[in-house]
């Protein structure tokens, strides 16, 4: 495969998972925001806006409109849900002859039906409109196309970012507030609280959701399940790709890194982790980069890296 069609590959699956997990934490923040007088408005909106990079967002950003206009409707920002959908697709233009036409097709009605903008008093139906456009591409992904190199490269990218975003969720989230509330308010934001109800048989706590979130080995979006599957993803890139397979995985700089990643996490007690939560994220997001960017060294621009 061409390392053009790989790169264009792997950013579509970073970005339609961007698209979702953007639409999942605002849906559920701001709707936090405009239930709970309890709490300073401008205090949640600067946590939102850190939680997507942007450390120290300008008063006059701080609204519910501002905040839908930059993260939610921005077409150019690749942030932002519009963004991140539009450049999935335009990504998608550059591996056209490798996707399946109802993925393409997905992609583009996608694009045609994104609203310009969004009052807060329709967000949700905007996020849920979203959140169903992702999952038709998704499904359509799984459904439509061959496992080949096509596809795990589009699942690599959707792991790596599902991996970043759910760090920066943990990383966002004020361990100390074991409010009932607050730690519902974390697990919808990762879409987990259903999987960790049904887990722990409704005793909810901020140690468990933390737990749950970071290590549980079925549920598709804790980091340890996205680790071990991104671990096969590669490991069955290589054997696809590689003429000489590294059967120990110990020569692949991606492998090692994710097996790295995995162990750190498993193999420790709990409290190791969760005791700086904020620099074992911080480790993690650097991780998921150096990933990307041996990815890159190896697949996409070869030539570059020798």
């Given amino acids: 495969m061409l390392s053009r069609i790989a790169d264009s590959l792997y950013w579509i699956g970073r970005y339609v998972e961007r698209a979702d997990q953007t639409a999942r934490i605002l849906d559920v923040d701001l709707q936090v925001l405009a239930e709970d007088a309890t709490r300073p408005a401008e205090d949640r909106l600067q946590e939102i806006h850190r939680m997507f990079g942007r450390p120290a967002a300008a008063a006059e950003d701080l609204t519910a409109q501002r905040t839908l206009d930059l993260l939610a409707t ?114 919808r934001t990762c879409s987990a609280h259903e999987a960790f109800i049904r887990a722990y048989r409704g005793q909810v706590s901020a140690a468990r959701a933390t737990e749950f979130l970071l290590l549980d080995s079925l549920f598709p979006r804790s980091i340890a399940h996205c680790l071990a599957e991104l671990e096969t993803a590669l490991e069955t890139l290589a054997r696809l790709h590689g003429t000489a397979f590294d059967r120990l995985g110990t020569e692949d700089p991606a492998r090692r890194a994710v097996g790295a990643a995995l162990a750190s996490l498993r193999y420790r007690r709990l409290g190791e982790v969760t005791g700086n939560l904020q620099d074992e994220m911080e480790h993690l997001q650097t991780a998921m980069r150096w990933i990307s960017g041996a990815l890159d060294t190896q697949y996409f621009s070869p030539q570059q890296g020798g």
Avoid: Y
């Fill in 74 to 187: 921005d077409r150019s920002n690749p942030s932002s849900v519009a963004g991140s959908l539009l450049v999935a697709r335009e990504n998608a233009r550059g591996a056209r002859e490798v996707l399946s036409t109802e993925v393409w097709e997905a992609l583009n009605t996608t694009r045609l039906e994104l609203p310009r903008t969004v009052h807060p008093s329709r967000m949700h139906a905007f996020f849920r409109w979203s959140k169903d456009r992702c999952a038709v591409i998704n499904g359509l992904v799984e459904a439509s196309m061959v496992r080949d190199e096509a596809w795990l490269f589009l699942r690599i990218g959707q792991l790596i970012e599902r991996i970043d975003m759910i760090s920066r969720i943990l990383q966002a989230h004020d361990l100390e507030d074991t409010d009932d509330g607050a730690v519902a308010v974390l697990l």
